[in-house]
């Protein structure tokens, strides 16, 4: 069976045209209408750019609308899919586009700060703006829904294989630059049911979410599972509580997906207000780091409804493992249990699975664990072992199968939602000529999971003030990449062979 994402939005549009698939503050989107956009804007791509199947389409836009209905015709026609966050810089987004070899960038004129020339992106042919004018030559004018005479798909290039590659999600690791992670169609596809069975999730259901669609977490587990599902997703611009309110007041939202972070402030902001809100959730969702229980029994009393944990990674097309809505008694600590269709043990040093209560490695078998990294070989060597991905994570399963983290991948920070490489804020540190030596580690922090702190060796003879770093790191790093938290040492410990010790600044 030939599994293609984009047809998703067809299948539903005949299924219930008029179904409002996407409501937002300003507006509602029905699922003929997104199938009738998407058709339009695929129908150009391939007459008016020529895009063939396997061509890299890099997306970068903030939540709305226009990235909806720009996925879906690039999955269309069998190309793949580059989503790249609106927040990076200028550098981030280059080092993207040109790994990736994107052929075409979309995007939005007030988003858009990268200026292409052929020299530093010799694959980029077309960058397309969704505005009417624009007065920079280099972009070619682009109305984003008045695209083509033409709603229904014609002589477009079609996926051959499920095996193709749907997306290819560029996500933070252990070393300084972003790692291309390749899922194909059957990867999400494969998510799908398991996830449904999970949460008992049906086409009735309102799905509130601000995630990011560019990450897997909010564009797999929120927009693509709506989809399959025939459901309808209220789609936050901005996960501030006054959104939030109004998602679930207003629009009824039976299911809520988030972070930690927003469920912490949401708490804050009902406690600091005395204030209740009528809902109709029968439960929400939380993910992308690690949930304290203190948060989770503060939302439980505002709510009266669980909030569930969840567990999963973007080589693994988002959660492997989760709490489920009344299936099962909850563990205090755990993070729940695995997926149906997902194998998940405990593996040691050897790649031996450990009996329930031993500590070790989280591994998964499963259709969703991606293709491969994209041109790192090497990388792609040390995630598997004997057929299983190798999460980084470590944890261990009780005799009922729940499963408890421990600790995470070596180094990495979450903060706010965020995975963030600290070698990444490292050397863009180290290229400030006063700068010596940098250490960046995670400072543990109830509201933001993670707060991230650099410790600063200065060059001898140089003088650097906070504010000097700070204006230099957002000259060159997304916001929330940039540390909060600053402290210049004389040197950074360090083993008798000379490796850095960053247990020790933490």
Known sequence: MRVNIGNWVTKAAIKTPYKLAIINKNSTFSYQWI????????????????????????????????????YYAVLKVGATCVPIHHLLKNKEVKYILKHSESRLLISEKTILNVKPNVGDFP??????????????????PFMMFKISNQSNISKLHVSKSEEDVAIIFYTSGTSGTPKGVMLTHENIFSKMNPLKQAIKF??????LSGLPMVHVYGQIMAMNFVVWCNATLILLEDENESCIVWGLENQ??????????????????????????????????????????????????YFKVQLLDSYGLTETSATIIMEHP??????????????????????????????????????????????RYFKDDILQAQSSKNGWFLT?????????????????????????????????IEEVLLEHSKIQETAVVGIPDEEKGEVIKAYIVVRLGQNLSEQEVFVYLKEHLANFKCPSLIEFVDN?????????????LK
């Not at 998407?38 to 890299?56: E, I």
């Not at 694959?123 to 070619?140: A, G, K, P, R, T």
């Not at 049906?202 to 799905?207: A, G, R, T, Y």
């Not at 944890?395 to 070698?423: A, C, E, H, W």
């Open 35 to 70: 199938e009738n956009m998407s058709n339009y804007f695929a129908n150009d791509l391939v007459n008016k750019y020529n895009v063939k199947p396997g061509d890299r389409i890099a997306l970068m836009f903030p939540n709305n609308i226009h990235f909806i209905v720009a």
């Open 123 to 140: 694959y980029l042919e077309h960058v397309i703006v969704s505005v009417s004018l624009c007065e920079d030559n280099l972009f070619e």
């Open 202 to 207: 049906s086409s009735e259901d309102k799905m």
């Open 252 to 301: 009824g939202a039976t299911v809520m997906m988030s972070t930690p972070t927003v469920y912490y402030r949401l708490n804050c902001y009902l406690k600091n207000n005395n204030k209740s809100i009528n809902h109709n959730l029968r439960f929400a969702i939380t993910g992308g780091s690690p949930s304290s229980s203190q948060l989770k029994r503060e939302y439980e009393q």
């Open 326 to 371: 009344d299936g099962y008694h909850r563990k205090p600590g755990s993070i729940g249990r695995s997926l149906s269709n997902h194998d998940v043990q405990i593996l040691d040093e050897s790649g031996i699975e450990l009996p329930p209560g031993q500590v070790g490695e989280i591994a998964v078998r499963s259709k969703t664990v991606m293709k």
């Open 392 to 424: 980084g994570d470590i944890g261990y399963q009780d005799i009922g199968g729940n499963f408890f983290l421990i600790d995470r991948r070596k180094d990495i920070i979450q903060t706010m939602g965020f995975v963030v490489s600290p070698s990444e």
């Open 492 to 504: 950074l410990p360090r083993n008798n062979s000379g490796k850095l010790l960053k247990r020790l």
